[in-house]
């Protein structure tokens, strides 16, 4: 299929605080679910196809290395980090020269809401605005090794351009930090491969990809730190419906720049991806992943979530 969702991993990154280990950054890092079907093989066709996607991450809970704290426990209590709430939406558009190439591009669109304490007095952002698009092309292998365990070795390369905004204001004409903005600002360099295949005489399918963005500028001094995504998925196609789960694991550098908060950005998820896909209609599929983080560990203080939701249609045109 066609969307490249390491992407919302970008939904953790550090904030603008004065005192990074006394205070909380407004996001830990959080992966997303990889719901790149021609990954697993249920995408390999000519032609075109369509994918409308909504995420749904609330991070409210504070979090300091794997624990979760109080703001009491904070040293300094002046700026007191609340809740992120990202809702993204994300229209793809994927196309298949052949069994073999490919090629996608991503629009996410953003809905984020921030509010923290400033010394007691509530301080918050809301935004709706247009993220950074990306562009991908695909290679994969013809089938390898015998017809009931064959897989496909593929490769992905591809760029996330700075089409988001990096000057989000509130309603008093205050920036909101730099990781909370719909944009980064930078143009970074996407490459991943990935593995799939069959298990014989079961009817499942599993596949396991690797992934590494990285940023190749820095802007208006900020430079987000890169991200290495391991997914490992496995799926039963039921006829009606394909029960799936998957396990994500990412590690996010640190941020850099002077207006970055490295003290307080980056770290180690690993999260469990139970989902579901159905047919609806002639070349239309709907799917839905709840994701749920099983083992986190951030650097300095910042803000996490308990869970996130993947919904999706997509259809083959």
Known sequence: MNLRHSLAASLALAGLLAVPVAQA????????????????????????RGDLRYELVQQNRLQRGASTIAPSDLEDSSEVEQRTRTQRVTASLDYGF?????????????????????????????????GDARVTGRWQSALLGDTASAGSLGLIAGVKLPTGSTDVRNGDNTPAERALQPGTGTTDLILGGYWRGLLPQTGLSWFAQAQLEQALNRHDEFKPGHKLGLDLGLRADLGAVAPMVQLNWQQRARDAGAAAEPDNSGGRTLALSPGL???LAPGLQG????????????????LAPRWALSLGLSQRF
Do not use: E, M
Request: with cysteine; proline share 7%; aromatic share 14%.
């Open 287 to 302: 799917y839905g992943f709840v994701q749920i983080p099983v083992a986190s560990n951030v650097n300095g203080v910042q």
């Open 25 to 48: 950054s407004c996001g830990s890092a959080f992966c997303l679910v990889n719901t790149d079907f021609a990954v697993q093989g249920a995408w390999l066709d000519h032609g075109w």
């Open 277 to 279: 896909s159905a047919p």
């Open 98 to 130: 052949d069994a073999h190439w490919g090629l996608s591009l991503q629009l996410p669109f953003i809905d984020r809401v921030h509010d923290h304490l400033a010394d007691g007095a509530p301080v918050n952002w809301h935004f709706r605005k247009p």
